[in-house]
């Protein structure tokens, strides 16, 4: 298990970043539901951190993550206000070089780290209702595809 660029550990941070603004941008979910979708993203890394013990490269992401939230970092390179196919085409573009067991546990995670966070939030009153909108269902069903899982 080698250390990977900081480039690209940097690529894939970002993509991590596309995944969570991406579903925020098509879930519809207000801003309390956004709070539970950013507890969701926090809570599956910490367990991930485990899950993923031996893969370093998601090591290596998660630290990274980990340390921005902590440490009140902006340094990601989202767009915000970009479409969704452009996120998930950069998605598609930091998961492109990942190679062997390393690589396909990320994108499995990647995945797993978004379902976690569309499914955090629901459409009713108070989180209640169904907890996947039929944006995040769409995103999830695309990212599935440009992650080729």
């Given at each position: 298990m080698s250390d990977h660029n900081n480039d690209q550990v940097r690529s894939l941070v970002d993509a991590l970043n596309n995944?969570?603004?991406?579903?925020?941008?098509?879930?519809?979910?207000g801003t309390f539901g956004m709070v539970r979708e950013g507890m969701a993203a926090v809570s599956f890394l910490r367990e991930a951190r485990e899950s993923f013990s031996g893969n370093q490269l998601i090591q290596q992401v998660i630290?990274?993550?980990?340390?921005?939230?902590?440490?009140?970092s902006s340094e990601e390179?989202?767009?915000?206000?970009?479409?969704?196919?452009?996120m998930l085409a950069q998605i598609g573009a930091a998961v492109a070089g990942l190679q062997?067991?390393?690589?396909?546990?990320?994108?499995?995670?990647?995945?797993?780290?978004?379902?976690?966070?569309?499914?955090?939030?629901?459409?009713?009153?108070?989180?209640?209702?169904?907890k996947i909108s039929s944006g995040e269902a769409n995103f999830l069903a695309k990212l599935q595809q440009v992650l080729g899982l």
């Open positions: 995944v969570m603004v991406g579903l925020m941008k098509v879930g519809g979910s630290e990274t993550v980990m340390n921005r939230v902590q440490g009140g390179s989202v767009a915000y206000d970009q479409p969704e196919d452009a062997g067991e390393d690589g396909l546990q990320f994108r499995q995670m990647l995945l797993q780290f978004a379902e976690k966070v569309a499914s955090a939030a629901g459409q009713g009153l108070f989180g209640s209702g169904e």
